[in-house]
């Protein structure tokens, strides 16, 4: 719930707390006096409180403040430090087998919780506490068989959980060797991603690049075994084949008809049944025992379960309580522990091949393409984060993608950057949808390339070429100027270091102060981002380049990411840029992959 205004001199905006006005018994100074109610007849009212501002988000936190009354039993089993409105887990434990609430029957965990798995045990998995995922033991039962729950019992299994990207996720599984599988991973993986925990520990994650049901409807077509797609809920617990050694399997939903098979320690073990575009589970007769493998359980079927009976059968229950029997896991045998060697040589090899196939690529496009024109202007453009001064400038395309709008919708999504050059300086100006683009955590300038986003830009102006990363920092504009080779250069060079292999540059240099930054976002009604706008200014000299007509080469793009680690890298001309795992290959400077680009009128 949102409260704005307008007026011919006044765009639309939420009304602001300076001009929001209290009852005249309140006690705010500022704000509005409101009672909720429970249901929309307004009969049952369930508090009143000044709000200072209205614009609420009811998904993630409740607005109404409860006030317990003084003498209230349950009061005193509230967290420490408690205070109305904070958000609480609680834990009931029916001790006398009245099936009612007794205040010494209830414990509780102060914070926002996201999913509840009950495991075998029947302990509880909570896949969020706040920035924590928890369990729950069961510590005993009751003369009735019932089982006693205490939250002050709860075991933290990792910190710097994340919550879910769309609808779906948000699940966990705990098994009793020390692992936890989690449908959402926690940090330092990707949200995108599923993950598991060992002991405490984040070990794995797995890519998971449509998670949940309303990400699905923009998925592609699956191209590769192991591919997931709109990924939605755990199915049951862990099931363990007899006779393998696999070790614990769990399963995930998928809305596109697919269930996803794992082992606990993240390896991916099968894909049943098939994408609901290209099948179905329309049978000319239900036969008993007939082979279901090439059928699709449909999109939106959001309740299977898998479980695995005595006699070590595993079953599926899917669509309209549909029985399934899942044969032949227990063939599966992990690999044996092996040694692969891999060359220098080998490695040269398989960056030629790869800059070799980039070349053909660019090759066959160019004539669609030609070069990117850097225009001399006799007016600088107005660094204001708007594009009106921009006109008959050369946009260069780097990125198109498909962008989700509410739950349902979705539009193309374009991003695209242009160059000018104006007195001593050169401008940048990039349009893009992504408000936090340049959020980059910069733990290490030298590596601003691996934390994060930031708008990048390469040229061939001296040998080796140079490469100037733009970002912010804590808020605060952040640049880095890498330089490969700079005659006279006295210093060590920096390096650039994986097991395999070292990239060095003589200079990489911190040029943050002489960086002129600006950025605006514009929203729709609903206020949904709907572009951004970059711009940027830096020193023609710093650059090594001149105010005059000539011809070189460069690329310009962006560094995507989460803003602790970067997640991918695009640029308008070298596409061959998809590896993020390895720091010399990611600080490199491939000049000969680069576009040309002319400056002149």
């Not at 939420?14 to 006096?33: E, F, K, N, R």
Request: hydrophobic share 40%; charged share 20%; with cysteine.
């Amino acid at each position: 719930m949102r409260l704005f205004w307008a007026s011919p001199s006044q765009k639309k905006e939420i009304i602001p707390p300076s001009q929001l006005y209290a009852a005249a018994d309140a006690t705010a100074s500022s704000g509005l006096t409101a009672t909720y109610f429970r249901g929309e007849d307004l009969t049952d009212p369930r508090g009143t409180q000044v709000d200072a501002r209205v614009n609420f988000d009811w998904t993630k936190n409740s607005v109404l403040c409860f006030q317990p009354k003084a003498d209230d039993p349950m009061l005193p089993r509230l967290p420490k430090g408690y205070t109305p409105g904070d958000p609480l887990f609680f834990a009931w434990s029916d001790l006398n087998g009245d099936g009612s609430f007794q205040p010494e029957e209830i414990s509780f965990l102060p914070g926002i919780v996201g999913k509840v798995t009950v495991m075998a045990d029947l302990a509880f998995a909570v896949s969020r506490l706040d920035d924590a995922a928890v369990r729950i033991p069961v510590l005993g039962y009751t003369q009735e068989g019932l089982p006693r729950y205490d939250c002050a019992h709860s075991e933290a299994l990792v910190t710097g959980v994340h919550g879910p990207t769309s609808s779906g996720g948000d699940q966990i599984l705990v098994n009793g060797e020390g692992w936890t599988v989690f449908s959402t991973a926690p940090k330092p993986f990707a949200p995108q991603s599923l993950g598991g925990v060992y002991k405490g520990e984040p070990r794995w994650s797995y890519p998971n690049l449509w998670p949940g049901l309303h990400a699905s409807h923009n998925a592609a077509m699956p191209e590769f075994p192991g591919e997931v797609i709109g990924t939605t809920r755990l199915l049951g617990g862990f099931i363990r084949p007899r006779g393998s050694d696999v070790g614990d399997i769990w399963a995930i939903n998928g809305n596109k008809g697919c269930i996803y098979l794992f082992t606990a320690d993240g390896l991916f073990v099968a894909t049943l049944f098939k994408d609901c575009r290209t099948a179905s589970w329309n049978f000319p007769a239900a036969i008993h025992g007939m082979e279901v493998g090439t059928a699709s359980i449909h999109e939106e079927d959001f309740w299977p379960t898998l479980t695995q009976t005595k006699d070590g059968s595993i079953y599926l229950a899917v669509l309209n309580a549909d029985l399934v029997r899942v044969e032949g896991l227990e063939t599966l045998r992990r690999l044996p522990e092996s040694t692969l060697t891999i060359t220098t040589e080998q490695l040269k090899a398989a960056q030629d091949y790869f800059i070799a196939a980039e070349l053909a690529r660019q090759a066959a496009q160019a004539v669609q393409h030609g070069p990117l024109h850097i225009t001399l202007r006799a007016t600088a453009p107005a660094l204001n984060g708007k594009l009106d001064d921009w006109q008959g400038a050369d946009w260069a395309t780097i990125d198109t993608r498909t962008t989700q709008v509410g739950d349902w919708g979705h539009r193309k999504t374009v991003t695209k950057a242009a160059l000018a050059i104006a007195g001593a300086r050169l401008y940048v100006a990039y349009q893009t949808n992504e408000a936090t683009l340049l959020a980059n955590s910069g733990e290490a300038l030298q590596n601003l390339f691996k934390t994060g986003g930031a708008l990048d830009l390469m040229l061939d102006v001296i040998p080796g070429g140079e490469r100037l990363l733009v970002t912010r920092v804590k808020g605060k504009t952040t640049a880095v100027l890498y330089r490969s080779r700079v005659p006279g250069t006295t210093t060590d060079p920096v390096a650039f270091s994986s097991p395999l292999r070292t990239v060095t540059f003589d200079k990489v240099d911190v040029v943050s102060d002489q960086i002129e930054l600006v950025s605006a976002t514009e929203k729709d009604e609903k206020g949904n981002d709907l572009s951004t706008v970059y711009e940027f200014s830096i020193p023609l000299d710093l650059l090594g380049l001149h105010a005059a007509p000539a011809s070189l080469h460069g690329d310009i793009g962006l560094l995507h990411g989460n803003g602790f680690t970067t997640l991918q890298r695009v640029y308008c001309f070298n596409k061959a840029t998809g590896l993020v795992s390895d720091i010399p290959s990611e600080a490199e400077l491939t000049p000969k992959l680069w576009g040309q680009l002319t400056i002149g009128e």
